[in-house]
C-alpha cells in the first residue's frame, strides 16, 4: 500500500507493507505478512528523527521493536484542540505490548491563537511562509499552528523529563501527534487531582511534591503557565504534571510572572479549599527567588 500523496501525516504514510520471503518460491515474490487492518498502522518510531523520539535510552517498558504494530483502542478526553486517545503498541504474535497516550492536535481553528500571543511572545516561526499562513488561517496555517502547539509541548515534555520533573515519558512526535507514557493508577488512566479527595496526610505530600516540581522549573527560569488541578494526574501516592504546550520563560516573557502567579493561584487555591494550610503568595514569592 503506497500512500504517499495521502493528506494523513501518519497512517502508513510513506510506507510500504512489510513482507517475508516464503520458502520453496520464486525469490523475487514475496507475501505480505502482515497488513493492518483499519485503526491500525505500523510504528514510525525508527522512521523518525532523532531529535523526535523521547530520551535515550528509552523505559524499559517501551516496546521499540520495528515491527510494532500500533492500535487506536479509542478516545481518553477530547479538548478544544487536542484530543487524547489510547493506542496500543505490540509486537504481533510476541508478548511486547504497551498502551500509550497519544494527544493529537487538531489543525482546527485554534483556541488560543490569539491569546496565545502572550505565550509565544519572543518565540519566532523560522519559516515565513508558516508565519503568513499560520496569520491567514489557510488550511495548511492552521496545520501548521497545530504542529508549533505539539512541537512546543514536545519540547518542553523532553526538557522536564530530563530534568527529572515528573511528566509522562515521551515516546515520540509526529507532525501534530506526541506518543508519550499513559500515566495509570490500578490498570486505568490516572484520575485529574481535580477529582481527588485525598486523606490530610497525602494532601499534604502531594503538595509537597508539586512545589519541589514548580521549583525544579523555576530553577531553570520556567513556569508551567496553565497549571492547574486538570493538569495534575493523580497516580496513587505521585502526582505528575501534563499539558505543557504553554510552558513560558519567566523572565524573558514580558508576563512571565503573572504566569507563574496565575500557577502558584490555581494551585493553592484547590489545596487550600480541600484544607491545607498555604498561601500563593508565599509560593510565587519563593518560586520568583529560585528563578534569578
Ligand atoms: N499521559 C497521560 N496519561 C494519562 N492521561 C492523560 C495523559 N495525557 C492526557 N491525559 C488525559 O487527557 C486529558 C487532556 O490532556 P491535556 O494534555 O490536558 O490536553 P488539553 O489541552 O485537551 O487539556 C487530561 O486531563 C487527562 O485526563
Ligand atoms: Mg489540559
Redesign the pocket.
Known amino acids: 500500500m503506497t500512500t504517499g500523496d495521502q493528506p494523513t501525516p501518519y497512517f502508513f504514510a510513506e510506507r510500504t507493507a512489510r513482507t517475508e520471503h516464503t520458502e520453496g518460491t520464486d525469490p523475487f515474490e514475496y507475501v505480505v505478512i502482515d497488513d493492518p487492518d483499519d485503526g491500525q498502522r505500523f510504528t514510525r518510531y525508527w522512521d523518525l528523527e532523532p531529535l523526535m523520539r523521547g530520551p535515550q535510552p528509552p523505559p524499559r517498558w517501551l516496546v521499540t521493536d520495528r515491527a510494532a504494530v500500533e492500535t487506536d483502542l479509542g478516545i481518553?478526553?477530547t479538548?478544544?484542540?487536542?484530543d487524547?486517545f489510547l493506542l496500543e503498541r505490540a509486537v504481533p504474535g510476541t508478548d511486547d505490548l504497551v498502551v500509550l497516550?497519544a494527544?493529537r492536535y487538531r489543525s482546527t481553528d485554534h483556541r488560543n491563537f490569539h491569546r496565545n500571543a502572550d505565550y509565544t511572545e519572543g518565540r519566532r516561526t523560522r519559516d515565513s511562509r508558516e508565519a503568513r499562513a499560520i496569520a491567514k488561517k489557510t488550511a495548511f496555517g492552521r496545520q501548521a499552528a497545530a504542529g508549533q502547539w505539539a512541537w512546543a509541548e514536545w519540547e518542553s515534555l523532553c526538557r522536564c523529563w530530563e530534568a527529572g520533573i515528573p511528566v509522562?515519558y515521551p515516546v515520540q512526535i509526529d507532525g501534530t501527534e506526541i506518543l508519550?507514557?499513559?500515566?495509570t493508577v490500578d490498570g486505568e488512566?490516572?484520575p485529574?487531582l481535580a477529582t481527588t479527595r485525598p486523606s490530610p496526610e497525602l494532601l499534604a505530600e502531594w503538595f509537597r511534591q508539586l512545589t519541589e516540581a514548580m521549583t525544579a522549573l523555576a530553577d531553570r527560569g520556567l513556569a508551567h503557565g496553565d497549571l492547574s488541578p486538570?493538569?495534575i494526574?493523580a497516580a496513587g501516592e505521585r502526582l505528575v504534571i501534563?499539558?505543557l504546550p504553554q510552558m513560558v520563560d519567566i523572565v524573558a516573557n514580558p508576563q512571565g510572572a503573572d504566569f507563574l502567579m496565575r500557577d502558584c493561584r490555581n494551585v493553592c487555591s484547590w489545596f487550600a479549599r480541600r484544607g491545607l494550610d498555604v498561601d500563593e503568595h508565599e509560593l510565587f514569592g519563593r518560586l520568583m527567588a529560585s528563578c534569578f
Request: proline content about 5%.
Open positions: 481518553l478526553k479538548g478544544k484542540e487536542a487524547v497516550a494527544k509522562p508519550m507514557e499513559l500515566v488512566a490516572a485529574r486538570y493538569n494526574l501534563i499539558d
